[in-house]
């Protein structure tokens, strides 16, 4: 695996025309050639003059004509740890039994129960009294005059790996939906016990 964190200033922003989440969707996937998403990206944010975006490849990342790219292969090991402070945008969404329509889960206490009931399939456990949740809201992106709305929460703090090998695909191919926008990279830092 490789991380990369790409850099854009002011002149890449306006060049690129990164204007809204599916902006930075279609230049994401300009540095990863192909018909297969086999990559993971997370927007850190930034303004009008400064962006930077977080990356996750099982192949190394074109160089992009404008902006910067710094790369660097993640050690086999890094996924060896037990405990991990952990952070990851999530579109947290159900289906009601007997409805073929999607749901937003909405509120912290619902999104706490909706991440409680999946962490298990992911590989990890938390402690969910502890879970912190932030930066709630809808996502819009605007696609050839529509708009693309994803409901969007993000979780932090602590995992304890429970089933390491389904934990490693998790950080490899990411968690939940809407990975294609920016959803579900698991941000780790190893903790010493």
């Known amino acids: 695996m490789i991380a990369s964190v790409v850099s854009l200033d002011r002149q890449a922003i306006q060049s690129l025309k990164i204007a809204d989440p599916y902006t930075i969707h279609k ?5 990863f050639p192909g018909n297969r998403r ?22 190394q990342p074109l160089v992009p004509e404008i902006g910067k790219i ?23 969404v159900e289906q009601p039994s ?3 329509r999607k749901v ?29 949740i932030f930066n ?10 529509m708009d693309i709305t994803h409901n969007m929460a993000e979780f932090r703090g602590i995992l304890e790996v429970a089933d390491r090998e389904c934990f490693i695909h998790s950080f490899t191919d990411g968690i ?18």
């Open 176 to 193: 939940g939906r809407g990975k294609a926008f920016g959803f579900g990279l698991l941000q780790l830092r190893p903790l010493k016990k």
């Open 104 to 132: 937003p889960v909405v509120n912290k206490e619902s999104l706490r129960v909706w991440f409680s009931r999946r962490q298990e399939s992911w590989g990890f456990t938390t402690d969910i009294d502890m879970l912190e």
């Open 27 to 31: 230049f994401v996937y300009s540095l």
């Open 70 to 92: 710094e790369s660097k292969f993640i050690p086999n090991s890094f996924l060896d740890h037990q405990r991990y402070a952990f952070q990851v945008l999530l579109n947290p």
């Open 136 to 145: 709630m809201g809808v996502q819009i992106s605007r696609k050839n005059g």
């Open 38 to 59: 086999q990559f993971l990206y997370y927007d850190q944010g930034g303004d009008l003059r400064f962006k930077r975006i977080l990356l996750v490849s099982q192949e």
């Open 98 to 100: 007997g409805s073929n």
